[in-house]
């Protein structure tokens, strides 16, 4: 059974500049992984509830590529798990990710830590099978709102949410991860302190949890759409 979002895997065409961008979005260097070797090139930023992955892929554009779940009955390797949406999920048993954290220790760890991750899906049930019953995620919330894209449906894990929306007007051919949102502690402090290091970001707004507050992040994003947000 699922107990977290152990590493959120995004794809790169180019590693080098994607690192020095997320390096100056989450306000830390990619961990270095100590004794621990890995199977695939890449670069870890370690956020308090998860791991960013950022790994060279035969890309046009960044991309985030999958997840990996952390699963105590797994082993230490990653292992894929086949599924009817195509999506590309692993599971491990996350000492991997414990070693690396640590490693680098709290210091080495961004202020940001993931909110929840948007995945666009043409068959909503599906995804209860696929998350709900055979991973074992929790499903949180399960609701229709058309003025916010369609059916959308809440699987939280570890303090990270996966957000799946089902449109009503458009059905993708085939499922794929959308978006990432942070969460902050301060939204007016972290947009002062990255705008410092040269990144653009929309004014703030409200959120549609009430009481919450976001921006858009700009630039820095790997052209994938990237929110802040600041829960109250």
């Known amino acids: 059974m699922v107990s977290r979002f152990d590493r959120i895997v995004i794809g790169v065409p180019d590693?080098?500049?994607?690192?020095?961008?997320?390096?100056?979005?989450?306000?830390?260097?990619?961990?270095?992984?100590?004794?621990?070797?890995?199977?695939?090139?890449?670069?870890?930023?370690?956020?308090?509830?998860?791991?960013?992955?950022l790994v060279q892929s035969p890309?046009?554009?960044?991309?985030?590529?999958?997840?990996?779940?952390?699963?105590?009955?797994?082993?230490?390797?990653?292992?894929?798990?086949?599924?009817?949406?195509?999506?590309?999920?692993?599971?491990?048993?996350?000492s991997g990710t414990d070693g690396l954290r640590t490693h680098v220790g709290p210091s080495g760890e961004s202020t940001l830590r993931v909110d929840h991750i948007v995945l666009r899906t043409a068959d909503a049930a599906s995804c209860i099978e696929l998350f709900g019953e055979r991973l074992g995620i929790r499903l949180a919330l399960d609701?229709?709102?058309?003025?916010?894209?369609?059916?959308?449906?809440?699987?939280?894990?570890g303090k990270v949410t996966l957000e799946v929306i089902e449109s009503q007007q458009e059905k993708p051919?085939?499922?794929?991860?959308?978006?990432?949102?942070?969460?902050?502690?301060?939204?007016?402090g972290t947009i002062e302190a990255l705008v410092k290091r040269g990144i653009s970001l929309s004014?703030?707004?409200?959120?549609?949890?009430?009481?919450?507050?976001?921006?858009?992040?700009?630039?820095?994003?790997?052209?994938?759409?990237?929110?802040?947000l600041q829960l109250h």
């Open 143 to 157: 609701k229709t709102v058309p003025q916010w894209g369609g059916r959308m449906l809440f699987f939280r894990a």
């Open 203 to 228: 004014e703030i707004r409200a959120g549609r949890k009430p009481g919450s507050q976001v921006a858009t992040v700009k630039s820095h994003c790997l052209g994938i759409p990237t929110l802040l």
């Open 59 to 94: 890309y046009q554009n960044p991309r985030i590529r999958g997840i990996v779940f952390g699963d105590p009955g797994s082993g230490n390797a990653d292992m894929p798990l086949a599924n009817p949406r195509g999506l590309d999920i692993q599971l491990c048993d996350g």
């Open 15 to 53: 590693l080098p500049a994607a690192i020095g961008e997320y390096r100056l979005l989450l306000g830390v260097p990619p961990a270095e992984p100590g004794e621990r070797q890995y199977a695939v090139p890449g670069a870890r930023f370690v956020l308090p509830n998860t791991v960013i992955e």
């Open 173 to 188: 051919e085939a499922d794929y991860f959308w978006g990432i949102a942070y969460q902050c502690q301060d939204l007016s």
